[in-house]
């Protein structure tokens, strides 16, 4: 665990979807105009140099976790909330779960979570 905390360790690494330095987001900045919403989202660079730090504390599961929430940032929320609902229990037939993770590798090339999707399918 090198590399734990991130904030710590890996500041001049860590930059925001839109490309600022963490050093960047600041109250003046944001009172400016100068940071939004956008600039407060993680990315997925930094949900997989937090999964390398949870395969070295030897927690694969929290690792792959990671990695598939680092292919999620790039589906819409709503997207994701159609997902988590067909996942809920009678939701969903079979064929929509494969669907829905034909669509996750396809458009989004989220091949982690569409795996998901197909072995939640398989009952």
Known sequence: M???PLIETAR????????KKLDEIAV?????????????????E???MQAEIAEEALRPQLAENLRRAA????VPEEKILEIYTALRPGRATRER????AGELETR???????????????G
């Open 2 to 4: 090198s590399e734990y």
């Open 97 to 100: 779960l494969l669907e829905l």
């Open 28 to 44: 003046d900045a944001v009172l400016a105009g100068e940071v939004t919403i956008e600039d407060l989202r993680i990315t997925p």
């Open 46 to 48: 930094a949900l997989a």
């Open 108 to 122: 989004y090339r989220a091949r982690r979570c569409a795996a998901l999707l197909r072995e939640a399918a398989q």
């Open 12 to 19: 001049d690494r860590l930059r925001t979807p839109t490309g």
């Open 71 to 74: 292919e999620l940032v790039a």
